[in-house]
């Protein structure tokens, strides 16, 4: 068996990976400040993160159905094509003595999450096509370690540049590193594999992962419920700007700060989850990270400090990372690759959705009655979601030990 680590393709992914995330990472970081920052700049955010939202719900079957049908290579290229193309403009823009105002924040803001919504479903069903499945828990160690250790140079960058370092500067930056990654993916050598042409129609094509997951309805409540730290996190990146401005009082290099811990978590989680798969089921391991992440939000709505919140944001990373670590082989291990990208978007789909409610509610929930609530109903959200994934570690144990002592029988 080839090791994982003498396969150059994996370092092309985590050269790409890295550049465009450390550009992309400052960038999403920078512009909720620069937009919390204005007048009434909470509220707008969060419509912001609405719309945003709303143009990812309605685009992720689609982006799913992409993925299982064109060259993943393709779409990689061309999201970083694009990338290079949008912010490539609005620096263009501050270089010719142009200002940026709300509008501008909230294009970069929008562009930023389209790439987000193409990339991470794209390189996950594309890593699990070109690399062999005995690597998966590895590769996802891998993945994970990378991405997050480009979050915390991403974050060390944004607390230094963020008050003191032109925008268009900035920008500049993330469009270099786009067209980095976009060199880099197109070194690696890709030939799609060939499938069977049936002929089916693009409408069922398109509900193709509704299918598959509805002959498994534990199983899809069980990864529902394991996605939930996910769309915690994602909530999280519009709550804790407001929670760090309005109840802490602090600046934005506590945020760019809380950022960068985060990723020292990840990190340790990216290195010691594949490691205590070995040992544990992965059902279990994504429970046990999944208590973590609940735990820690839960704990930083009842002391509010900027110390303690330092501290855990590492415990939020190694929970959230350490359940989409063991979540994403647990995938890898029992989806078939050919319909992944629509069973992936199908749990993105729903998950989009969720958020969507959530903004609306968290929006109108901080401007008339501050942050706190809206943490109150993410933390139970959470632990409700914690309590099915339990459920299904438990009845799964209960079934294979009643298989097991019938076969004694």
Sequence with gaps: MPSLYKDSRLYFILGANSLSAIGSGIVMITIPWLLIKENGGETTFGYVSIIATLIMFLLTPFIGQSIDRFSRKS??????????????????????????????????????????????????????????????????????????????????????????????????????????????????????????????????????????????????????????????????????????????????????????????????????????????????????????????????????????????????AIGNAGTRVARNVLMMEEIPNEVMGRVDSLFRLIGTGIRIVLLMLFTAGVSKVGVMVPFYLLSFILILSLGIAINYVISKRKFEASVSNKSIV
């Design 75 to 316: 779409l990689l290229l061309c999201n970083e094509g694009i990338g290079i193309v949008v912010i490539g403009m609005m620096a263009i823009w501050g270089f010719t003595g142009q200002p940026y105002h709300s509008i501008h924040y909230i294009l970069i803001y929008i562009a930023g999450s389209f790439y987000y919504l193409l990339f991470y479903p794209t390189i996950f069903a594309f890593n699990q096509e070109i690399f062999q499945a005995e690597h998966y828990k590895n590769l996802s160690g891998t993945m994970e370690i990378q991405g997050q250790l480009t979050q915390v140079i991403s974050g060390a960058a944004a607390s230094f540049l963020i008050e003191i370092i032109s925008l268009k500067w900035i920008l500049l930056v993330d469009m270099l590193t786009f067209a980095g990654a976009f060199f880099l993916f197109l070194c690696i050598p890709y030939v799609k594999k060939k499938e069977v042409k049936r002929k089916v129609t693009f409408k069922k094509q398109l509900f193709e992962g509704i299918h598959f997951m509805q002959k498994r309805p534990k199983f899809f409540w069980f990864l529902l419920a394991t996605y939930m730290p996910f769309i915690g996190v994602m909530m999280a990146n519009y709550l804790i700007p407001v929670y760090i401005s309005d109840l802490l009082k602090a600046s934005a290099s506590v945020y760019a700060i809380e950022g960068m811990m985060y990723g020292v978590g990840a990190v340790l989680a990216g290195i010691s989850i594949p490691i205590m798969m070995k040992y544990v089921k992965t059902e279990v391991s994504i429970v046990m990270t999944m208590f973590i992440y609940v735990i820690s939000i839960t704990v930083m709505i009842i002391e509010p400090s900027v110390m303690l919140l330092y501290g855990l944001a590492i415990f939020h």
